[in-house]
């Protein structure tokens, strides 16, 4: 990653903005965002992955069909109806939904509707030289997954490991069969993948005339019922019948007694070394068409992974394998000779990784919510001993906010360490921005605060509870949380902190 200018960003998924169609979307919200981000001094605007999402596994953005594809839920009806693909008319009425939490099942409903009568309209003038060169530059992957939302659509609760053989192995003639079987289907997922990454490429760029930059997110492996291990099968652990042999997770450690059991499917790195990595090319080149900086989840497994049968319960019977970390890192930086990466290193992260990193000059995170579990004034996430180069946070999608870790999780020990890095007892009300001047404060080069700390929110405000598989993902911003007064004060902290550094 070239050197960053001191600069401060804020944490914000595109889902959490406000808006009046239940979830925070590419629209108005967006670029009103930009600009009072741009105006308190906010030079990155930090989002987690904008793949599509399922409602079977929550809405997980970490959860999804495909690694390429974009979040069609995102799509502003605004934005469609300014192309002229939507009567303003027919924007209202619209359903009562919840102001704080996206109720994603009726989001889904009535944004099917709006996309029905989108498409019939643009069916009239497909042949558009805008979307026929769309398909053409994202065909690698755009005209697989439009056939398997179709065919997942067709049959939603059958695996496609389950389809017919021919089917499931993608044999020449029944995928051209079911090609013109699906024509229309296909056509509609092409036309509602082209209206997104319009409206993504025109808030990017907006964004970018402001001074503020994306900083994307990159989950490192991809989930089963995913058009991309359909597609290309040979990439991954499965046997003979396209079932997994071996799957994700971490092993057992102070957190989980039996560690975690994600159950993605493991890359085959034989077979990506053979191929000269050409999958994960495509995958890195497409997201940094999307962002200017990429946070790779799980960097670990770059350089060595948990591998467990697939059939257990639990991730404790799994080992460590080897993957080719050097090799593979070392043809990005052919492609991508700045390495624009942040490596996700938190966890118990062994020497090998930090080699790597030190190797290829990856910048990694530093959270300061992890800073008390100890008294050791040299504790890595203690902002006086962050390295310039890195990413600081004062927490994560996956944590607390720090008034809520503050009011329900720590203890009286962690309180009394955190009164001492303070230098004098807090309260709740005041914690977070405590946490934030010290952030600003440390030598990092970026620091990221979630949007729901700027706010000093509590524990409703969680975006994520990793244990849990409900329930998560469904925050959003109120509509007039973002002040004025607000955006003075972050703007003081951002220049007081020497950090209003723009690209």
Known sequence: MADLPRSAGVLLPVTSLPSRFGIGDLGPAAYAFVDRAAAAGLSWWQILPLNPTDLLYGCSPYHSPSAFAGNIQLLSPEGMA???WLKKSELAPQPEFP??????????????RLFDRAFRRFSQNAASPEFQEFCHAHSSWLEGYALFSALKAHCPQLSWGDWPEAQRDREAAVIG???RKFRREMQKTRFLQFVFFRQWADLKAYAHHKGVRIMGDLPIYVTYESAD??????LFQLDDRRLPTHVAGVPPDYFSRTGQLWGNPLYRWEVLQQRGYDWWMRRLQHSLRLFDLVRIDHFRGLVGYWQVPAGERTASNGRWMPAPAVDFLGRVRQAFPDLPFI???????????????????LPGMKVLLFAFGSDDPRHPYLPANYPARCVAYTGTHDNNTVRGW??????????QRVNRFLGNPVSSREIAWEFIHRLL?????????????????????????PARRRGNWRWRLGRRAFTDALIHRIADAVTGSRRDGRL
């Open 343 to 361: 490596a996700e290193d938190l966890g118990t992260i062994t020497p090998d990784v930090r080699d790597v990193m030190r190797r290829f000059d």
């Open 177 to 179: 069969a079911l090609k």
């Open 99 to 112: 102001a704080d939490r996206i109720d994603y099942a009726r989001v889904a409903a009535f944004r099917r």
């Open 441 to 465: 404060s440390s030598p990092a080069a970026l620091a990221v605060v979630p949007m729901q700390d700027y706010l000093s929110l509590g524990s409703r405000a969680r975006m994520n509870r």
């Open 229 to 234: 291990i359909w597609l290309d099968p040979d």
């Open 406 to 415: 503050f009011e329900r999780e720590a203890g009286p020990l962690v309180k």
């Open 82 to 84: 300014e192309a002229g």
